[in-house]
């Protein structure tokens, strides 16, 4: 998780422009979508197919599946496939955790975690690379999932885990809200004006984890202002209804290079809809570290 904190930051200051990124392509089938995600750099193209069957828990099988197609820039040729659900495990949470780690104080130790799932687990792991977590508090829509989440990151982590519900928010320095939610979470009311918020669960414009009051009350970062204003659900609302500028909107990019800063005197909002280069740089990496490994 922290090479591939690094992979990304570094991507940034290296001049990685995230709003030249293709617009993913989301092609709705009977059972649910395709999403087709390509990327290309200098080092390294990719493309990543990936599935969403909103049926399949019920059949104990994965929501979201997919696998990454990684090339050599120069001559297209494929060099490995990757697990694509690992990749967007790992990439998603390490992009929160940049953001985190440029948004968020430093002392920052209360975390309250929205999800269950893989993202959750991930998010949990990448941000305890950026902040010395104290204490976790877990919220979620079913009770022996939050106590099985928490009972397994206790043994895993040594932190204090423990379940908890919405107006866990009023105590956070850490919100991560990584949910298939489609109505907000929590009150953005009960935020303090310190903490830091990371919405991460869709890409989908009518589907939102974070209230209108936390939108407007936060300082909002995205990955690029143009994939925010096409399928971030979570601001959509209100920037349709003028209450939030879309120049307003703080790219990651530009706070990754020192060209942004932020207002420390109110709460911080990330919200990430998930972008090819992101899948990138984090295949790129992997495999970079996959061949020393072999090397």
């Known amino acids: 998780m922290a090479a591939a904190i690094g992979a990304l930051r570094a991507a940034l200051r290296d001049g990685t422009d995230p709003e030249s990124d293709p617009p993913r392509t989301v092609v709705p089938v009977e059972h649910g979508q395709l999403l087709l995600m390509p990327a290309h750099r200098r080092r390294y193209a990719g493309v990543k197919i990936a599935t969403v069957a909103p049926a399949n828990p019920a059949a104990g099988l994965p929501r979201v599946q997919g696998r990454y197609l990684l090339f050599d820039a120069p001559t297209l040729s494929p060099l490995a496939l990757l697990d694509g659900i690992e990749l967007t495990t790992v990439r998603t949470a390490a992009v929160s955790a940049l953001a985190v780690d440029l948004l968020a104080g430093p002392e920052a130790g209360h975390l309250v975690l929205f999800g269950t799932g893989p993202q959750a687990r991930g998010h949990l792991d990448a941000l305890r690379v950026v902040r010395p977590l ?25 932190l204090p885990v423990a379940p908890g519900d919405p107006s866990a928010v009023a105590t956070a320095d850490l919100v991560a809200c990584c949910t298939t939610a489609r109505t907000p979470l929590f009150d953005g009311a009960l935020l303090a004006p310190h903490a830091t918020v990371t919405a991460v669960g869709s890409h989908e414009p009518d589907a939102r984890e974070v209230d209108s009051g936390t939108v407007r009350r936060c300082t909002v970062v995205v990955e690029s202002r143009a994939a925010a204003v096409r399928e971030a ?37 990330f919200k990430s809809v998930g972008m090819a280069w992101e899948d990138l740089v984090v295949a790129g990496a992997a495999y970079e570290a996959d061949a020393a490994g072999d090397a």
Do not use: K, M, N, Y
């Open 134 to 158: 104290t204490r976790v508090t877990v919220v979620g829509r079913t009770p022996a999932h939050v106590e099985r989440f928490a009972e397994t990151a206790r043994r895993d982590t040594g």
């Open 233 to 269: 659900g979570d601001l959509i609302p209100e920037l349709a209804a003028g209450r939030l500028d879309r120049a307003a909107l703080i790219p990651l990019a530009d706070l990754a290079t020192g060209a942004a800063t932020v207002d420390r005197t109110r709460p911080r909002l």
